[in-house]
Structure formats: C-alpha cells, structure tokens
C-alpha cells in the first residue's frame, strides 16, 4: 500500500500526486516511470515519474483523467492508499552535458520533461525549455521550470498566456538563430511527430518519450511494439525515449486506438 501525502488539482481532468514510496524514489531516474494498479480490481497503468526525491521517499504524478482508471483515482484524496505501484521501471532517460538543448513539453508532457530537465542543467546544460498548454487555465508547474530553466517560452494554443500557437513555431524560431545540440519532446504523438519533423531537415537529434498501450511493462507480452527504423522496440524496457527521427508514428497511432471500443464501454459504465 501506497499513501497519497498530497493532492493538487490543476484543471478539472489534471492532478497531481506526491506518494509515499521510499523504495522507488531511491532508485528512480529522469525518464522512468511506474505502473499503478490503485485497488483490487483496476487495471495496470503506466504513469511516469514526474518527481522523485531520495531524502523524503516520495514521489510525484501528474495525472489526466482521460478514462475510468484515472477518473476513479481522481475521486482520491490525501491520507487514501493505492493498492500497488511496480517501479522504476523503463530505461532512464540519456543526460550528459551539452551547450543547448531545447526541451518541450505538451500538455500533460510538460510534467514528465521536468526531471529531464532538472537532470540536463544539473549536469551544466544551457537548457531552454518551451511548454505548451491549451489555455492559461491548463498551465502548471511554471515556477519548477523557471528554476531550472536559462530560458523558458511558454506558448498557449488560444494566445491567453505567453506566445500564440504550437510550439513548434518557437522551436523553428530557435533553430533559425543557433546551435542546438539536441531536442527532447513529449505530449501527445501529434506533437512529438511535428517536434520531430520540425528538426529532421537541420539533423539536430530529437528524443521523444512514447506511450504506446503497456499491460505487463517488463517486455513480455508484446504490447508496447513500435517500430523504430528496422527494429522492433519494446517501449516499456527500450524506451520510453526513442530517436523521433526513426518512429513509426502512423503505425503507434492506429496501435493506440486498439481498445478504443471496450474503453468506451467501461468509461460510460463507470459514469452510470
Ligand atoms: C510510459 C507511459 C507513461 C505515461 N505517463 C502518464 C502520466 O504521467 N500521466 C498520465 O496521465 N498518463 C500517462 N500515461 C498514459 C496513461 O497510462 C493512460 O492515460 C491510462 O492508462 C488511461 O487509463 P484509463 O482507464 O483512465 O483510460 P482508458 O479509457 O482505458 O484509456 C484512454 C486512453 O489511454 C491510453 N491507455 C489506456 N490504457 C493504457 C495502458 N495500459 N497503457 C498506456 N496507455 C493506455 C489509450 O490511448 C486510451 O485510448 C503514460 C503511458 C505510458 C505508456
Ligand atoms: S508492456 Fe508488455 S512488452 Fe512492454
């Protein structure tokens, strides 16, 4: 059993998780990520780490209630305990000193980047970050990017908070005046993709974290392939980072919509 010391709401569908899990936090990683089974009957899922810290054994989950496992962990509350949590699990993300890397975050994404981020200034990178939410009402954790951030952009798709627009408008900008010597992207596989053909033609390396659809996450049931140039990667044990340059974006798209129906079906009983 693992208890919620703290709970935050950021919108109406995203909160946020500090959990009691000193094992974890010791052994975590930037990049890593755990799956959740939160009571008896839930299902298994993927959730990355989006904070860890050794000395308080705890660490942090940002979370968007998108169907009825996260929708019914979002009925919890501080002092409640999850049932299960494996972990760390997946290969740490690669951080070595480098003059600029640009780091970018989508929605939800934005959480996952941040202990990248944290790890890449650390170890003495110029880092930029640039994060793109939908709306001001979306946006959090502001203040943890600015502390680890040499410049931070943020981009709001309807213009009420920073730049108007994707972020690949600010990431093409930046890539017109300097060197970048690598980009990491995560949110959405839209996002990651358009990141990734934004910086394709100039050749600057491009990490994305992907999400494929995991039951076991130890690489033994196969439900995390995805084609990366002439592999077959296993995202829960070769990833989640993989080169952008080689996904097979179309083919993780439609591998994602697989369970669409019966996810359908227990989201609308979940709601009765
Ligand atoms: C490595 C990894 C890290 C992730 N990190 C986060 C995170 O930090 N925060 C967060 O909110 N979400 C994260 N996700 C996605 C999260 O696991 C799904 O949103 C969640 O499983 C949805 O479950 P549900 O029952 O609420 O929704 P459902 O209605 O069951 O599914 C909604 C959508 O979520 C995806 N999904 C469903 N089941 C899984 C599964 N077992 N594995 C992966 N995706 C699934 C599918 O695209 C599906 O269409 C991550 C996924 C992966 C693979
Ligand atoms: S989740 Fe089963 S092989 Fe990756």
Redesign the pocket.
Same mark, same amino acid.
Do not use: H, W
């Given at each position: 059993m693992y208890r919620i010391l703290k709970k935050e709401v950021y919108s109406p569908v995203t909160y946020m998780w500090v959990l009691e899990a000193p094992d974890v936090a010791a052994a975590a990683r930037a990049g890593q990520?755990v799956i959740v089974c939160h009571n008896e009957t839930a299902?298994? %899922? =993927? $959730? /990355?780490i +989006?904070d860890f810290d050794a000395d308080s054994g705890t660490i942090t $989950?940002? %979370?968007? +209630?998108? !169907? *009825? &496992? /996260?929708?019914?962990?979002m009925t919890y509350n501080e002092g409640d305990h999850i049932r299960d949590l494996a972990g760390p699990l !997946?290969e740490a993300s690669h951080i070595e000193p480098l003059s600029t890397v640009v780091l970018i975050g989508g929605g $939800?994404g934005v959480? =996952?980047i941040y202990p990248i981020l944290r790890q890449f200034k650390l170890k003495g990178s110029h880092t930029i970050s640039i994060l793109g939410f939908r709306t001001r009402e979306m946006m959090f954790w502001q203040e943890r990017f600015s502390a680890y951030s040499d410049e931070l952009i943020i981009t709001t798709d309807d213009g009420s908070y920073g730049e108007k627009g994707l972020v690949t408008i600010p990431l093409q900008r930046l890539i017109n005046e300097r060197t970048i010597n690598r980009v990491v992207a995560i949110g959405p596989l839209v996002m990651m993709r358009a990141c990734a053909e934004v910086t394709r033609p100039h050749g600057i390396p491009t990490v994305v &974290? $992907? @999400? =494929?659809?995991?039951?076991d996450g130890t690489g033994m049931c196969g &439900? #995390?392939r995805v084609t990366v140039g002439n592999d077959v990667k296993f &995202? #829960?044990i070769d990833? =989640?980072d993989m080169d952008g340059h080689l996904v097979n974006f179309d083919e993780l798209m439609n591998r994602? *919509?697989r369970?669409?129906k019966y996810? *359908?079906i +227990? @989201?609308k009983k979940y709601a009765q």
């Open positions: 990520f299902e298994r %899922i =993927p $959730l /990355t +989006a $989950l940002v %979370i968007q +209630a998108v !169907g *009825k &496992s /996260t929708r019914e962990m !997946g $939800l959480a =996952p &974290s $992907l @999400n =494929p659809i995991m039951v &439900s #995390c &995202s #829960c990833g =989640p994602q *919509k369970f669409d996810e *359908k +227990a @989201n």
